[in-house]
């Protein structure tokens, strides 16, 4: 079982969209993951991102510390030192993750990454959290020109998805209207990979998305893996793929779809490149690029019958989402 790559193109110029939309469709009963090539995102405005991530990052702490990510997680917004977030699946305290017992120190075993979040300008419950004027100029701009710029796209896979069950292409639209959404900038540091395989510390375990979909931008890196569906507990890569972005479905999707769509576990592990070598080696550092987005979720017409009754309740996006990010804080 693989993910599977998935042109875009033809339901973005109308040529066929039925068919893609399907296409998009069935990876999420599947697996849950998807790539999209020719999905619309200029290229140049990514790289011009992770650009400003790696400048970001590469700033001393000090610099970093200057837009900090309040102490409570459920104000996702600004920067967190490598450390500060431990993410983890709600229900599941001892994990299958769970770290070894010998780990050197409590603070090894969060998870060994940095990040920075941007919302909407204008959210008034979380307010974004930037940099001083002096500090990076022009960093601001280029996240929110692309948080924008990331809309367009989600919302057209949202409408893919509206044709795909056949329902009005605004269907999902109009529950994601207030473009409740998050970019994240991550940086995993390099690392000696022994502290990897020791399972002392990790880039990410395992966890399902507590958004709707996701949209991520990975670079050559590697390491991301998504739980094979029919083999719990084992392992499929998602390899970069040039030109793709990675889109998976969140809690929300599963959720609303009365479970037709999987919300799959995933993690980031060491890069295939680097396993199995020299103990002294060490893990190159990777950057990746999540979007992921916010709404109110019911079940979908058409995903409720009299076999498959109702199984969810309505809920809001934003209760769950803080529950969550609270507790990886
Ligand atoms: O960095 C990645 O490739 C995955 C990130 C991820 O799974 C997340 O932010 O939820
Ligand atoms: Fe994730």
Not at 121 to 138: F, H
Not at 162 to 167: I, K, M, S, T, V
Not at 177 to 203: F, M, T
Not at 268 to 297: A, K, Q
Request: glycine letters at 6%; aromatic letters at 10%.
């Amino acid at each position: 079982m693989s993910v599977e790559v998935v042109d875009f193109r033809p339901f973005l110029d109308g040529s066929d969209k039925e068919k893609v939309a399907d296409a998009i469709l069935a990876s999420f009963k599947t697996i849950g993951f998807v790539y999209l090539v020719n999905h619309g995102l200029p290229e140049d405005k990514i790289n011009v991102m992770f650009q400003w991530a790696k400048k970001l990052f590469s700033a001393p702490m000090e610099t970093k510390q200057l837009a900090p990510h309040p102490p409570s997680g459920a104000h996702h917004r600004g920067y967190s030192a490598p450390g500060r977030e431990k993410v983890k699946q709600l229900g599941d305290e001892s994990g299958a993750d769970k770290l070894s017992d010998n780990s050197p120190s409590a603070e090894i075993q969060r998870d060994i990454k940095e990040s920075f979040e941007v919302g909407r300008e204008d959210d008034g419950e979380m307010p974004n959290i930037w940099y001083p004027a002096s500090v990076l100029p022009g960093f601001k701009e280029v996240c929110l020109d692309f948080y924008w710029t990331c809309y367009e796209t989600e919302k057209a896979i949202l409408r893919a998805l509206a044709l795909a069950f056949r329902l009005p292409e605004d269907f999902f639209l109009q529950y994601h209207s207030k473009a409740d959404n998050q970019l994240r900038l991550l940086h995993y540091p390099s690392i000696p990979s022994k502290v990897l395989e020791n399972k002392n510390a990790s880039r990410i375990p395992s966890h399902t998305d507590f958004c709707s979909l996701t949209m991520l931008i990975q670079d050559e890196v590697g390491g991301l893996e998504v739980e094979d569906p029919n083999r719990p507990g084992s392992f499929i890569p998602v390899p970069p793929v040039k030109g793709s972005i990675v889109v998976n479905a969140g809690d929300f999707l599963m959720r609303w779809s009365n479970d037709t769509i999987k919300s799959t576990v995933h993690r980031v592990r060491t890069p295939p490149s680097s396993e199995g070598g020299n103990t002294d080696s060490v893990i190159p550092p990777r950057y990746s690029i999540p979007y992921d987005s916010d709404t109110v979720v019911d079940c979908i017409p058409g995903t409720l019958s009299e076999a498959r009754p109702k199984r969810y309740s309505p809920i809001s996006t934003r209760e769950y989402v803080m529950e969550r990010l609270a507790a990886n804080y």
